[in-house]
């Protein structure tokens, strides 16, 4: 099976800089997505790490260490508007191939 | 534009009603995705489809039916059997394996 574990919430001031966690098990792996969810609205993907490494997308980053199973998503210089759950998931192998989603880390920007 | 229409937006119906919810795409994705989200709570995958007239059960099926008869469409019904059906139902869409998720707007299903 996969399960994934990540915060369920994290308090920021607007300008700071957040990194919200991520650890997975699965039986195989094809990649490490973030996906953000404003309240009542659909997800919209953010990024995508196949590889060991940072990938860097204006202010926001995400990082993969497959040895470790665990990732992160950095947003930096925060906004009022990036108040909002964000997602990690991943994607096994056989059936599992789907996309499985952790529980969400609910982010609150504050002034 | 192309995307994905959910419909209704919100929807209600008496305990022991099938109800089936809407998902349309134009994006010309070939794998369609239905998911429930409960508050607090992440994805969790009914049912989904790679191809016209075929789907595969997800992690929580029990419960839910779909049908694939057209590329564009793929409804969810869900059934009496399904003991707790209120929640959010997202639709998604996505052209290939390896490509991110298309979602639509939701629907939210309140049964009382």
């Known amino acids: 099976g996969q399960s994934l574990e990540q915060p369920s919430e994290v308090t920021a001031v607007e300008g700071a800089i957040v990194q919200i966690n991520c650890t997975y098990q699965?039986?195989?792996?094809?990649?490490l997505s973030w996906y953000q969810q404003h309240d009542g609205g659909a997800p919209t993907f953010l990024s995508y790490?196949?590889?060991?490494g940072l990938e860097e997308t204006g202010r926001f980053s995400s990082f993969l260490s497959r040895s470790d199973s665990y990732g992160y998503l950095l947003l930096q210089e925060l906004q009022m508007k990036d108040s909002a759950s964000y997602f990690c998931?991943?994607?096994?192998?056989?059936?599992?191939?789907?996309?499985?989603f952790g529980s969400g880390t609910q982010l609150t920007v504050l002034p | 534009d192309g995307g994905i229409t959910q419909s209704p937006k919100y929807l209600f119906r008496k305990e022991g009603q099938n109800v089936t919810l809407s998902c349309e795409q134009n994006?010309?994705?070939?794998?369609m995705y239905w998911y429930r989200q409960d508050p607090g709570q992440g994805l969790r995958l009914i049912y989904y489809?790679?191809?016209?007239?075929?789907?595969q059960k997800g992690d929580i099926a029990e419960g839910y039916s779909v049908s694939r008869e057209k590329k564009e469409s793929f409804p969810l019904t869900v059934t009496s059997a399904q003991k707790n059906p209120t929640a959010f139902y997202l639709c998604?869409?996505?052209?290939?394996?390896?490509?991110?998720?298309?979602f639509g707007n939701g629907t939210r299903l309140t049964v009382t």
């Open positions: 998604a869409s996505k052209p290939e394996e390896r490509s991110p998720l298309h």
């Open positions: 699965t039986s195989g792996f094809y990649g």
């Open positions: 790490n196949a590889l060991d």
């Open positions: 998931a991943v994607r096994g192998l056989g059936s599992a191939r789907q996309l499985t």
């Open positions: 994006l010309n994705h070939d794998a």
């Open positions: 489809s790679q191809i016209v007239n075929d789907f």
